[in-house]
């Protein structure tokens, strides 16, 4: 095993473990004095020299086989490992007192020898092994990628389990081993013995049946708990966390559940913003605000983006032809499909202004060539209207719209008050796109965009120059272009 520099203990564990190993040489001293028959004779500098000398080994060979420990990168489950090497150092130290108290005095019985042995295993490596285990977790906590695997996590109904059974079986074990010696070496009847095992074995079965089952239900109840917490990641509030227990398990199981109404409410909210806003723009200031609170969102900042904007002709004589009911359900039915144009396309709708819309390409970054994607969505704009008009034919309706593109800088943000605001873009550029937009009826076509947006363009679209025209807030005169061919080839607005 390879020795790993970047595991160490802290010096407040070590201390800790060390104290165990001379808390079981104090036992050991104190029983062999005050107790134990063969050893209270002997003289107590020699036993305390014994002891003491025992207590060295085992804190030297525990220090060794640590310092051989896997790092967290190659061991899954380190406090597993630490402290299964530290039951080896008990055994083994236990194992040599054993032997070297049988060299020092051979005349001594078996049990004499033995009861230095079973010493060190059950009192270190058994016992205060479950207490090391539990230093070890807090000094090494496993690592996270390693605990996404079942096969190296821990599980609580084992964990449970090894701890009843050794704090059960150990002291019955130790009572069992001094009948048995009573019996071997003062003659005893074999019948207590024989009744005290029977005694032992019927009430620790029970108890380990009753731990295993208190286990399993432990184990089943974190698995519901584990099955909530999936479902809540993956999109499922309503993951119903449950436990059969009424103490801190319920708890969890509790804020399971609030968390995941927390989180049902925010997508609910997420939705509802969105139907009035974009879907990006809810989720950006969703993520904001909940993050910095108001202060966060207030204010705009300069981005560089194409704006698209799009007005129906003739809106007001339609609308006094229209009854009030059949014009919200014809402008819905027109807006429906223009957003779906824009979505489709990466937009991000920024308003309706009346029957027309405004919106934006090159925010959220995702549209790969924010020009290409508005004069794509322009067109497709325009074949979902033709669409729409065939459906509406039969009803002596026909809407007309226009489209003007134009690319720059804007300042994209959050206009208002902190108790009122909306999210925006403001500036020169979305100025010039609703002014090309107006310019985009007959002799003209329907879809008009500016020199900058041709540029940014390549050979994505064949492009021809419509017309040069003077436009309010610029000198001079502006060059307008459209799509040329098949894709172009449009009713004129």
């Known amino acids: 095993m390879s020795s790993s520099p970047d595991v160490r203990l802290p010096m407040g564990l070590r201390l800790l473990l060390h104290g165990g190993s001379l808390l079981v040489g104090l036992f050991t001293f104190g029983y062999a004095r005050l107790v134990c028959t063969h050893l209270c004779g002997l003289p107590t500098a020699e036993l305390a020299r014994t002891v003491l000398g025992l207590a060295v080994f085992h804190i030297a060979l525990r220090e060794l086989l640590l310092h051989l420990l896997p790092s967290p990168a190659r061991s899954a489950l380190p406090a597993r490992r630490a402290w299964q090497l530290s039951v080896l150092a008990w055994g083994v130290t236990g194992l040599v007192a054993s032997v070297l108290h049988k060299a020092q005095y051979p005349a001594f019985p078996l049990f004499s020898h033995v009861k230095f042995a079973v010493g060190y295993w059950l009192l270190g490596g058994a016992l205060l092994g479950q207490v090391e285990y539990l230093l ?160 966060a969102v207030m204010g705009g900042e300069r981005r560089d983006v194409v704006v698209l904007f799009s007005d129906l002709r003739g809106f007001t004589s339609l609308s006094e032809s229209l009854a009030p009911e059949v014009l919200i359900e014809v402008l819905n039915g027109y807006f429906q499909e223009m957003v779906g144009a824009l979505q489709q396309h990466g937009g991000v709708v920024d308003k309706f202004i009346g029957d027309a819309v405004l919106a934006v390409f090159g925010l959220t970054g995702g549209e790969g060539n924010p020009a290409r994607a508005a004069v794509a969505a322009g067109l497709e704009m325009q074949r979902r209207l033709e669409a729409y008009n065939a459906r509406l034919a039969g009803r002596g309706i026909q809407l007309r719209a226009g489209v003007g593109i134009h690319a720059g800088e804007a300042i994209a943000g959050y206009l208002g008050s902190p108790d009122r605001m909306e999210f925006t873009v403001i500036g020169h550029t979305v100025n010039m796109a609703s002014r090309i937009e107006g310019q985009a009826r007959e002799p003209h076509p329907p879809l008009l965009f500016s020199e900058e947006v041709a540029h940014r363009l390549g050979e994505a679209f064949p492009v021809k120059e419509v017309a040069r025209v003077p436009l309010k807030g610029v000198a001079g005169e502006v060059r307008l272009l459209t799509v040329t061919g098949e894709a172009g080839t449009v009713q004129a607005a």
């Open 136 to 295: 070890f977790e807090r000094a090494f906590p496993p690592a996270p990628s390693a605990l996404r695997t079942a096969a190296h996590r821990e599980r609580i109904g084992r964990r449970l389990l090894e701890g009843y059974v050794i704090f059960t079986t150990v002291p019955v074990l130790v009572l069992m081993l001094t009948l048995l010696r009573f019996v071997i070496e003062f003659r005893g009847e074999p019948h207590y013995l024989v009744e005290a095992a029977a005694l032992a074995l019927g009430f620790t079965g029970i108890a380990l049946g009753g731990a295993f089952a208190y286990g399993q239900s432990l184990r089943r109840d974190t698995e519901r708990l584990l099955e909530a917490v999936r479902r809540v990641g993956s999109g499922d509030f309503q993951p119903g966390a449950a436990t059969s227990r009424a103490d801190e398990l319920f708890l969890v199981a509790e804020g399971i559940n609030e968390m995941a109404g927390g989180l049902q409410l925010r997508e609910r909210i997420r939705e509802a913003f969105g139907r009035f806003v974009s879907p990006q723009v809810a989720t950006e200031f969703i993520e904001k605000y909940a993050r910095h609170g108001k202060a």
